[in-house]
């Protein structure tokens, strides 16, 4: 049976901002190299503009693309023995934390992260560390709360 439960919202709108800012800032970066082009190269503007608009739209798909895909496969789910995680973009990936080998859990937020009220959930074991990205504060204080309890970490929590 498969217990996963979906993140919050806001993770999908956090997501979907940072997959976008992202693929615009790219298609910014590649258009001022076309600038460069077009003041040596090309003799037409207006083919400059046709392109600039086309790699814009480009990015905007390919960074709405990218958010809804993360967020349909970010899922979590908090078992007996362990804390499961999955996510992916295409191929969906699911992570398996026992609680007895947990070591310290944190939560981190940036200030833009901050105004979406998601953060990255960051969980140290004996030999390795995880990374669950945008997620939720009210789910991040549900899966630390849990992890506290079936491990040997001292409670933090996501709200300030």
Do not use: C
Not at 16 to 35: E, K, P, T, W
Not at 110 to 123: H, K, Q, Y
């Amino acid at each position: 049976m498969d217990d996963f439960k979906k993140v919050e919202v806001n993770s999908l709108y956090y997501r979907l901002f940072d997959s976008i800012v992202r693929a615009m800032v790219a298609a910014g970066i590649l258009s001022l190299l076309s600038v460069v082009w077009m003041a040596y190269a090309a003799k037409s503007w207006i083919v400059f503009f046709i392109g600039y608009g086309i790699l814009f739209v480009i990015a905007f798909l390919y960074g709405t693309t990218k958010g809804l895909l993360e967020y349909i496969h970010l899922q979590y789910k908090l078992a007996e023995q362990s804390v499961n995680f999955r996510s992916g973009l295409l191929s969906v990936r699911t992570t398996t934390i026992p609680y007895s080998k947990i070591t310290n859990a944190a939560y981190d937020q940036n200030p833009i992260a901050r105004l979406f009220s998601v953060g990255d959930i960051n969980i140290d074991q004996e030999d390795s560390s995880f990374e669950f990205k945008s997620i939720g504060s009210k789910i991040a204080d549900e899966i630390l709360d849990v992890i506290a309890k079936k491990s040997n970490v001292l409670p933090i929590s996501s709200q300030k």
